[in-house]
C-alpha cells in the first residue's frame, strides 16, 4: 500500500495537471534560480516600481517576494487555485516584512476582477495547468490594462509545457500581440501586449 502512494504522490508532481500543493517545497528549491532567477523574468517584463501586476498561478510564491519588492509603489496580487499554495506564498512575503499584495484564490479561466485593472500579468508554467489555455489567456487579456503586458514563461520538460508557436497563436485569437521573447532553447519568457 505505501508503495502504491509514493507512485501515486510522484505521478502528481510529474504528470499533467494542477501541481500538488503538499509537494509544493520542491517549487521553492534554491536550483531553480540556475533556470530562472525571479530577477531575470523581472527585467524581461520590465516592471515599473509603480505597475499593478497580477501573479496568475502564484504557487508557493518563488517569484512573488522578487516582484512585490520591485514594486516599491505598486501592488502584487496572488492568484491560485489551490488555497493551500496562496497560504505558504503568504507566509514567504510576511516573513520578508513586505505587505504590497493582495492574495485571491479562483478559476484562471474567470479571472475574479474587473476589466483594465493590471499593468502587468505574468504565468510561469502554468498556462497548461489551466484547463483551458485560451480561455485563461482571454481572461488574463480581458484584466489587464490597454498597452498592458501578460509575460508567459514555459520551460521544456514540464508535462504542461505550451510551445511558442501554439501560444502565439492563442494569444492573437485573445487580442494579444507578441512584443518580444527571450530563450534559451530549453525554454522561453514570451511577453505580449494588449491591442
Not at 100 to 119: H, M, T, V, W
Not at 154 to 182: C, H, M, N, Q, Y
Request: aromatic share 8%.
Amino acid at each position: 500500500m505505501l508503495r502504491e502512494d509514493k507512485h501515486s504522490a510522484w505521478s502528481r508532481v510529474t504528470g499533467k495537471g494542477v501541481y500538488p500543493v503538499e509537494h509544493a517545497w520542491m517549487l521553492l528549491l534554491p536550483l531553480r534560480r540556475l533556470i530562472c532567477p525571479p530577477s531575470l523574468l523581472i527585467r524581461r517584463m520590465g516592471l515599473a516600481r509603480s505597475d499593478q501586476v497580477l501573479e496568475i498561478g502564484s504557487g508557493p510564491g518563488y517569484f512573488s517576494p522578487a516582484v512585490a519588492r520591485r514594486l516599491t509603489h505598486g501592488r502584487l496580487t496572488l492568484f491560485d487555485s489551490q488555497p493551500g499554495m496562496l497560504a505558504i506564498a503568504e507566509r514567504r512575503l510576511k516573513r520578508r516584512r513586505l505587505s504590497n499584495y493582495d492574495i485571491r484564490q479562483g478559476d484562471a479561466k474567470a479571472l475574479p476582477f474587473a476589466e483594465n485593472l493590471f499593468d502587468a500579468a505574468f504565468l510561469v508554467t502554468v498556462l497548461g495547468e489551466t484547463g483551458d489555455a485560451q480561455a485563461s489567456l482571454h481572461e488574463a487579456a480581458r484584466v489587464l490594462k490597454p498597452g498592458g503586458l501578460l509575460s508567459v514563461t514555459e520551460i521544456k520538460g514540464d508535462p504542461d509545457f505550451v510551445p511558442l508557436d501554439a501560444l502565439a497563436i492563442l494569444a492573437e485569437k485573445a487580442g494579444l500581440t507578441v512584443a518580444r521573447s527571450f530563450g534559451p532553447r530549453f525554454y522561453y519568457t514570451a511577453n505580449f501586449r494588449k491591442d
